[in-house]
């Protein structure tokens, strides 16, 4: 039987392993140097491995005839500014997209999941004889984007590798006390939509609106009926969000300008309340619009992210695995959280499985823990890196291991 606990040497390894990537986070599909470092870790491990999406790193670590379960780490940073006061504190910068240079934080947690995927990945190289199959180590770029995991697929991840009966995930997460494990079944995580809407007006002089149309009055309208599509128009039973993020118009008090530019978030948990909620975005902004005598507003996609589902009969029996090897107390199930993640696009593109579970950074004790992309944000090491491989290992070896 697989044994999923470390032995000093190896929990030292991991510590170094996670402060080394603590220290040095790179912007989303930017993870040059971090997948350098992977690449040299599963050398020194004897797993083959590519480069796939980029900075991508998929390891294939092959023990004989068996399933075939893939594993995805992903492994880029945040252009925050730590605060966190730790030794091994980043001091990193990076470049965005429109030229600027930012500083760079791993603030949402995913050094945890790179060095416990290769913490587990050392412990199942030890123990050969308790397993059989093939782990497919999806290093995936670009979580924090949705860019990472359509990368990935683009670049003929699957066209490439055995393909997997099922994929496994996890994040460290504070709503679940260090130690512990937090599982969904069904719907994990939501859907998102962000959308920028200009709406176009007429500029005028402030003190002739008769010759305008306003923007910013037109624009107002439609943000507060898109209220009303939560709240009016679903039923309670399907959980959404429309959150209007930003809202810029103007350059003066006494112009009437030309036009409003507002963002929307949108959150869902089933494609048929996705589509509901969009097409009344748009029925909405274009009837608002009408209303006011102004064209109709541009509608442009910023991104989107897939939904997040955990296959029942496959999350059941990991959360099985999970308790018997951690307690029962010590798997917790969590509600949908209408948080996002590119996760799911890795086992839906090949219709199989995905389980996708978080585990706990935080101590009990702490009543307060920050919250992911905080710039405080820093797991207590232990239990959190520990759990977080024996997670990895009590799941892959629930479908590899030996009895
Ligand atoms: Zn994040
Ligand atoms: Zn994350």
Known sequence: MLDSR?????????????????????????EHRTAEFIEQRLDALGIEHFRCGGTGVVGVMRNGEGPVIG???????????????????????????????????????????????????????????????????????????????????ADGLWDRVPKPEAVLGQHVF???????????????????????????????????????????????????RLQTIVSRELPPQSPAVVTCGTFHAGLKENIIPDRAEFTLNIRTLTEEVRERVLSAIA????????????????????YRFPRLYNDDEHAEQVRAALQR????????????????EDFGTLP??????????FFGGFSAEN?????NHSPFFLPDPEPTLSTGVRAAVVALGHYLGKA
Not at 325 to 334: A, C, I, K
Request: hydrophobic content about 40%.
């Open 6 to 30: 470390l032995s000093d040497d190896e929990r030292n390894a991991l510590h170094e392993t996670y402060e080394h990537l603590h220290r040095n986070p790179e912007l989303s599909m930017q």
């Open 348 to 357: 839906d593109s090949i219709g199989v499985p995905g389980v996708y579970w």
């Open 283 to 302: 029925r909405i902004v274009n009837a608002e619009a009408e209303a006011s005598g102004a064209p109709r507003p541009t509608v442009e996609e910023i």
């Open 71 to 153: 594993f995805r780490a992903d492994t880029d940073g945040l252009p925050i500014q730590e605060a966190t006061g730790a030794a091994y504190s980043s001091t990193a910068t990076g470049t965005l997209p429109d030229g600027s240079t930012v500083p760079v934080m791993h603030g949402c947690g995913h050094d945890t999941h790179i060095a416990t995927a290769l913490a587990a990945a050392a412990l199942l190289r030890r123990q050969p004889e308790a397993w059989a199959g093939t782990v497919l180590w999806i290093f995936q770029p670009g979580e924090e984007t949705a860019a990472g995991a359509a990368a990935m697929v």
């Open 174 to 224: 504070p709503s679940v006390p260090a130690g512990s494990i937090g599982l969904t079944t069904g719907s994990a995580m939501a859907m998102a939509d962000s959308l920028r809407i200009t709406v176009h007006g007429k500029q005028s002089h402030g003190s002739q609106p008769q010759d305008s149309i306003d923007p910013i009055v037109l624009g107002a309208h439609m943000v507060t």
């Open 325 to 340: 090897e951690l307690g029962e107390d010590r798997v917790v199930s969590l509600p949908p959280a209408m948080g996002s």
């Open 367 to 371: 009543e307060a823990p920050p919250v």
